[in-house]
Nanobody
Framework: DVQLQASGGGLVQAGESLRLSCAAS????????IGWFRQAPGKRPVGVSC????????YYADSVKGRFTISSDNAKNTVYLQMNSLKPEDTATYYC???????????????????WGQGTLVTVSS
């Protein structure tokens, strides 16, 4: 089974940092892109960032460019999202998902395979 396990969320103040982790199993890690999505209460999930685990290519939503950095450790089958300069509007449940891609200027999941991990809650207080 393809599985994704997200972790690292928490409560922080505006301006602080968090690092999320997404541990993947059940597939060849370099075969699919893995992305981070977030869902604020009452809203639909939005793509935040995507990394090609095979070639290292990265994509970011405009709202997080310059503040968030996505990376992967292929030896650990894990993707990270380093979030700096957090803002209250970053508050959401964050999910990692396979197989992210960019379409119409938006990061989406499920290009060839679609699997979502459980969410991890990030709360940023002002």
């Amino acid at each position: 089974d393809v599985q994704l396990q997200a972790s690292g969320g928490g409560l922080v103040q505006a301006g602080e940092s968090l690092r999320l982790s997404c541990a993947a199993s059940g597939f060849t890690f370099g075969d699919y892109a893995i992305g981070w999505f977030r869902q604020a209460p009452g809203k639909r999930p939005v793509g935040v960032s995507c990394i090609g685990t095979g070639d290292g290519s990265t994509y970011y939503a405009d709202s997080v460019k310059g503040r968030f950095t996505i990376s992967s450790d292929n030896a650990k089958n894990t993707v990270y999202l380093q979030m700096n300069s957090l803002k209250p509007e970053d508050t959401a449940t964050y999910y990692c998902a396979v197989d992210c891609y960019v379409s119409g200027g938006r990061i989406q999941a499920g290009r060839y395979l679609e699997v979502w991990g459980q969410g991890t809650l990030v709360t940023v207080s002002s």
